[in-house]
């Protein structure tokens, strides 16, 4: 049981497409049909695809060996107990949910491996020294509330569920009512601890509080998201942080006029000025070099009439970087450029922040041994940043935590063309497996 | 009857407040009765507000000693005949609609100004050589139904009617239905000739066919609409030239991606694209100087989401010039500039041809006389281009025609905070009273 899993035991050279990839891959197949209609994958949190892709997940769980836990948000946990019990948990997972319209790879990858992971290790290894569990969050994506992480960050202690009741859906559900409407039985059992297997119970959730304090480690794997693996031809991406974000609401105000009276030099024109913004802030991105990404994603212009000098824009900023510092520095650098144009424009200015979340860094221990899994396993790969959120984010500052990123072809993700191979989906498999033996086999 | 009414006549030195610009004054006050609820003023084509607006004008033309006139698209004539009937009819006024939540002085000015004109030079002079009209159009703005110059287009032969039966206001209602609703009889009596004082009947309309063949020259008096004149402090603009126009589409596309995990240099973002393209605009616009304008009124990015880097950018272009060929060079220039930024960043460019109107050089020997008068009356004066369309432009190519300009508070116009002093529109009457005379009386 303390074999060197990493170096010997591990199929290094083996062909990719074994016996636990394809079990993987077959679980990702199964939990995409858990969709609402429409292209690609729709699961939204506590929508009946929801309760069937997380029910379906938990008799699976159990029809592998795994003793099934869930809690009173509808997390839902694949355990495999340790010898060591009073050790804190592996834990590793992701979320179930997706966006409108997504693909079935973000997210479910994670959970899909998480599973045939243990369930190999289980296989193969027996019992591990340290409780494994697989995750499979409810919900990250904020897609259907104006919340994110309501899974993780149940378990972290981000959320006590006192925000279910005030906040609602774009049809004016609200989060409470879902959860009841769904069986999810948030805080009514929250004098139970983990109840063990309710597989064949038919329902999700009803289950203890979510939040958790024996979590030892946390690993995640997810795809990319991104182009970077792909333009750099590498299998695996070892993240080294996740990225801290600001995001701004920018208000330009100018004079609205006459587009045929109005020469040239009287115009304040509030678009002309938003123009020159957007301009420094790619051109000053640039120059602060990765890292860094800074993005306005929406403009409203008003009147937005062809013939009406605008009179008004505003505009969102979404800045990321994963060191504290340098994205405070850069932000402070792009307000004073913005003040500056707005100065010289006469045209007045408002920003507001929308959004500060810190950087999270991941363990050094745990990437170095990713980076020494990778070199044993002959695989390419690269450290990086990750630009978007994940559930990891909120267990970094908690416990020792890992993300291990695959390519997505063209970095393409949010939508049905999002795409990741069964080799690029297997090697992932291989390093989150043999990341889980150093964790709780030895 | 020959006086020299400019130099000798017209009150050069007079208080400005005098007899018929307050007659003028209350005339317009009067007219701004006529509106929808709401802000400022509405008077949308055929309405009931416009019916009413074009009905009070004939029954206070016929009070002042004018005969009415009106023909089949709702146009009202206030017509004062020349001893020489065989000399063509010099026309001035302006039109009688406003856009939605528009100000009193747009349009109604030059009419009120024209009834009053003609009333003062029939009282002080009798009967003119030439015969004079008043004309209150019916249409300009194109604020109901998406054509512009229904009024002035059907008197120079730019519409036959037949448009009215396709084109639908914004409730779905046609041109066609919405003349018949309001007792506007296009075509039905086109047989008959102009049918003299109707002001008596309770209708609009009903009369004679619309296109005229027999005017000898058109003057309008409007509100600048834009902040020249207050900048530069002159009572009278002398206008040389209503801008030609172009306006096109701009499509630009790139790549939506996620705005957290794609660097900076592995972006197409459109909207930074187009950032680029709007400050070239309005660089290029500066550099070709007055009385080039050139303005990106209306822009709408997609999917327009904080955080996802735009993949698709649509805007307006709107460029003016009182110049064809200056006008031309410019869209060229623009035009290659767009390319060359698209083709930079790797996005594609889409120029869509909306709109294009040629500049209407206003008559030589009109504005010549327009500049002696401002002399002779003592007046601050300065030559300018249009920027703004105006019925006169459908006239210039037919007849010598001229535009006169008064003082626009801040520029403002298009909305109920557009006002010119009572100073300002006296000075605009007393100009336009003495062309007058000089054309219809020497």
Redo the contacts between chains.
């Keep these: 049981m303390a074999a060197d899993y990493g170096k010997a035991v591990c199929p290094m050279n083996a062909p990719m497409i074994q016996a636990p990839a394809q079990e993987m891959l077959k679980l990702l197949e199964e939990l995409a049909v858990f969709s609402a209609p429409g292209a690609g994958v729709t699961r939204l949190l506590y929508t009946p695809e929801w309760s069937r892709a997380q029910f379906f997940l938990q008799e699976r769980m159990a029809g592998l060996g795994l003793e099934v836990v869930s809690d009173n948000v509808g997390n839902v946990y694949g355990k495999l107990t340790g010898r060591n019990p009073e050790d804190k948990v592996i834990l590793t997972g992701s979320h179930i949910d997706t966006v409108i319209n997504g693909g079935k790879y973000d997210g479910a990858y994670g959970i899909a491996a998480a599973v045939t992971a243990l369930h190999y290790l289980q296989q193969t290894f027996g019992q591990p020294l340290r409780t494994l569990k697989a995750v499979s969050f409810c919900e990250e994506e904020g897609s259907r509330f104006p919340l994110t992480f309501w899974g993780s960050g149940h378990v972290t202690g981000l959320y006590d569920g006192s925000e279910a009741e005030a906040c609602a859906d774009s049809e004016g559900v609200t989060l409470e009512a879902a959860m009841v409407e769904c069986g999810i039985g948030m805080g009514i059992r929250s004098d139970k601890a983990e109840s063990g297997d309710k597989s064949g119970s038919g329902t999700v959730g009803m289950g203890s509080t979510a939040r958790r304090n024996d979590i030892g480690a946390f690993v995640e794997l997810h795809i990319?998201?991104?182009?970077?693996l792909e333009?750099t031809a590498k299998q695996i991406g070892v993240v080294q942080a996740i990225?801290g974000?600001r995001?701004f609401m920018v208000e330009v105000c100018g004079t609205a006029?006459?587009?045929?009276?109005?020469?040239?030099?009287?115009r304040q024109?509030a678009?002309?000025g938003?123009?020159?913004m957007?301009?420094a802030l790619?051109g000053l991105?640039?120059e602060a070099g990765?890292?860094?990404?800074?993005?306005?994603?929406?403009?409203?212009?008003l009147p937005?009439?062809?013939?009406?000098?605008?009179g008004e824009v505003l505009f969102?900023l979404?800045i990321?970087h994963s060191e504290e510092e340098e994205l405070e520095a850069f932000c402070d650098c792009i307000l004073a450029a913005f003040k500056g144009i707005a100065a010289r424009r006469g045209l007045t200015l408002k920003i507001m922040p929308r959004l500060s979340a810190s950087p999270a860094p991941m363990d050094g221990g745990l990437t170095g041994m990713l980076e020494s899994i990778c070199r044993n396993q002959g695989r390419t790969y690269r450290n990086m940043v990750?630009?978007?959120?994940h559930d990891a984010q909120l267990f970094a500052p908690q416990c020792p935590t890992a993300m291990i990123f695959v390519p997505s072809r063209a970095?393409?993700?949010?939508s049905p063309e999002e795409y990741s191979s069964p080799e690029e989906l297997a090697a992932g498999l291989d390093v989150l497996t043999a990341l889980l033996y150093e964790l709780a086999y030895k």
């Design positions: 990319e998201q991104g182009i970077i333009k990225a974000q995001r006029n006459h587009a045929g009276t109005t020469p040239m030099h009287m024109d678009l002309a938003a123009a020159e957007l301009l790619e991105a640039a990765e890292p860094l990404v800074a993005t306005s994603g929406r403009l409203e212009v937005n009439t062809p013939n009406v000098i605008p969102t979404d990321r990750s630009g978007a959120g970095g393409i993700s949010h």
